[in-house]
């Protein structure tokens, strides 16, 4: 079945790197564009990053753009998410999720779990 | 504050159809495809809505969209418990090249 497992969440300083992970399984990972969406404790939903299937369109929100680098390898069937220069903001669940089909303007259909990103001193 | 306006709050009863509505304007809902994704507590969201009003496979025709003009509408017929859960809606913004989300209604189960 189709699968998503991210990882590489934890506590880390601000100012900080660290590199979420997110695996696939279940599904022909070259054909689907990816997305990134995270979600502060207690608040809504907030879309980071997509990247088409061919790894050339991507595009990012605004609060994380020129910080965060969203990336896939298509031979590991795994999507990545660089995130630099961290905020005590950028503290969230990070969700992985599959889009619909190929490109950036679809939207997102299967979700992982999440791993949590803590950004403190 | 995100462009797409949802009310916070929604409740309903067992057996109630309840509707919940996502605002924008002509320069995204009115010319975008509205998507509509379920959040159960602790759990990852789910897609129950896409292309304004498609259902995909599994979700129960309970769940139905629409859109006119600059709004958009989720709505949940047949209320039961389970369906007590957070909800968005979302859409590509062609301008401003993001994807966007409401602010999310909470939907109580009275």
């Known amino acids: 079945q189709v699968q998503l497992v991210e990882s590489g969440g934890g506590v880390v300083q601000p100012g900080r790197s660290l590199r979420l992970s997110c695996a696939a399984s279940g599904f022909p990972f070259r054909s689907y564009a990816m997305h990134w969406v995270r979600q502060a404790p207690g608040k809504g939903l907030e879309w980071v990053a997509v990247l088409s299937y061919n790894g050339i369109d991507k595009f990012y929100a605004d609060s994380v753009k020129g910080r965060f680098t969203i990336s896939r390898d298509t031979s590991q069937k795994t999507l990545s998410l660089q995130m630099d220069s961290l905020r005590a903001e950028d503290t969230a669940v990070y969700y992985c999720?599959?889009?619909?089909?190929?490109?950036?303007?679809?939207?997102?259909?299967?979700w992982g779990q999440g791993t949590t990103v803590t950004v403190s001193s | 504050q995100s462009v797409l306006t949802q009310p916070p709050s929604a409740s309903g009863t067992p057996g109630q159809r309840v509707t919940i509505s996502c605002s924008g304007s002509s320069a995204n809902i009115g010319g975008e495809y509205v998507y509509w994704y379920q959040q159960v507590p602790g759990m990852a969201p789910k897609l129950l809505i896409y292309r304004n009003n498609q259902r995909p496979s599994g979700i129960p025709d309970r769940f139905s969209g629409s859109k006119s003009g600059t709004s958009a509408s989720l709505a949940i017929s047949g209320l039961r418990s389970e369906d007590e859960a957070d909800y968005y809606c979302a859409l590509w913004h062609d301008t401003l090249n993001v994807w966007v989300f409401g602010g999310g209604t909470k939907l109580t189960v009275l």
């Open positions: 999720a599959r889009a619909r089909d190929t490109y950036y303007y679809f939207g997102m259909e299967v």
